[in-house]
C-alpha cells in the first residue's frame, strides 16, 4: 500500500526562523512529488519535483527530492506569520493515471 | 485562485439522499481529479479524468460516480448519502495527465 509520512506533525517557531519540514515515501511507480501549503481551504501548489538532487526555489521556499532514500524535505527561511499553514506532500504514481497520495501533513504555526 | 471553480460551496442533507457536486477545471487543463478531505483520513484521491474517459481510480465507493462531460467539466454524484460522508470534496486540474495538479476551492458536504 502506498505510503506519504510527513514530520514533525507540528511546528511552532518565531518569525525570522529557518525550518525544515520532512517526507518520506514508499509509492508504486513514483512519477513525481508535490508540495502545498493549505491554509484555510484549498491546497496551494508550491513545488513538483521528478528529479532527484534538483533544488527547486521560490523566494523563501525550497525544496529537494532524493530519489534513492525516498525523502524530500521542505525549507523556509526568515519565516513571517503568514506562513503559517499546514503543508502538505504528495506523492504521483500509479499505473496509468496519476493519484496523488498526500501525507497527513506538517502544522506550522509561525509566531509574531 | 487557481482557476478552478467548484459548485455549490457548501451542501447540507439528509441521510440516504443524492447530491451533485460540479466542477470546472482551469481554462486548457484536460483533467479532472476528485479528492475527499475529512478530519480522520486526510486527503483521499477518488478518481481521475482525462479528456472525458476514466483515468485512473482511487478508493471511491460504489455510491459515488463520476464523469467528465465534452466541455470538460465534471460532476461527482454522491448517493445514499451516510453520516460518515460528511467532508470536504477538492476538484482539481492538471494539463496533462502527470502534470502538477491545481485545487478548487472545495464543497463542504455536511450530512445530517
Known amino acids: 500500500e502506498d505510503k506519504v509520512v510527513q514530520s514533525p506533525l507540528s511546528l511552532v517557531v518565531h518569525e525570522g526562523d529557518t525550518v525544515t519540514l520532512n517526507c518520506s515515501y514508499e509509492?508504486?511507480?513514483?512519477?513525481?512529488l508535490l508540495w502545498y501549503k493549505q491554509e484555510k481551504k484549498a491546497p496551494t501548489f508550491l513545488f513538483m519535483l521528478?528529479?532527484?538532487?534538483i533544488e527547486k526555489k521560490s523566494g523563501r521556499l525550497s525544496s529537494i527530492l532524493d530519489k534513492k532514500e525516498l525523502f524530500s524535505i521542505l525549507n523556509i527561511t526568515a519565516t513571517q506569520t503568514g506562513d503559517s499553514a499546514v503543508y502538505l506532500c504528495?506523492?504521483?504514481?500509479?499505473?496509468?493515471?496519476?493519484?496523488?497520495?498526500f501525507g497527513g501533513g506538517t502544522r506550522l504555526m509561525v509566531k509574531p | 485562485d487557481s482557476g478552478v471553480t467548484q459548485t455549490p460551496k457548501h451542501l447540507i442533507t439528509a441521510t440516504g439522499q443524492r447530491v451533485t457536486l460540479r466542477c470546472s477545471p482551469r481554462?486548457?487543463?484536460?483533467?479532472v481529479y476528485w479528492y475527499q478531505q475529512s478530519l480522520d483520513q486526510g486527503l483521499q484521491f477518488l478518481i481521475q479524468?482525462?479528456?472525458?474517459?476514466?483515468?485512473a481510480k482511487g478508493n471511491i465507493l460504489e455510491r459515488f460516480s463520476a464523469q467528465q462531460f465534452p466541455d470538460l467539466h465534471s460532476e461527482l454524484n454522491l448517493s445514499s448519502l451516510e453520516l460518515g460522508d460528511s467532508a470536504l470534496y477538492f476538484c482539481?486540474?492538471?494539463?496533462?495527465?502527470?502534470?502538477?495538479?491545481?485545487f478548487g476551492p472545495g464543497t463542504r458536504l455536511t450530512v445530517l
Open positions: 504528495a506523492v504521483g504514481g500509479g499505473n496509468a493515471g496519476n493519484m496523488l497520495t
Open positions: 479524468y482525462y479528456n472525458g474517459e476514466e483515468r
Open positions: 482539481a486540474s492538471s494539463a496533462g495527465i502527470h502534470n502538477e495538479q491545481f
Open positions: 521528478t528529479s532527484s538532487g
Open positions: 481554462s486548457g487543463d484536460l483533467s
Open positions: 509509492v508504486t511507480n513514483f512519477r513525481s
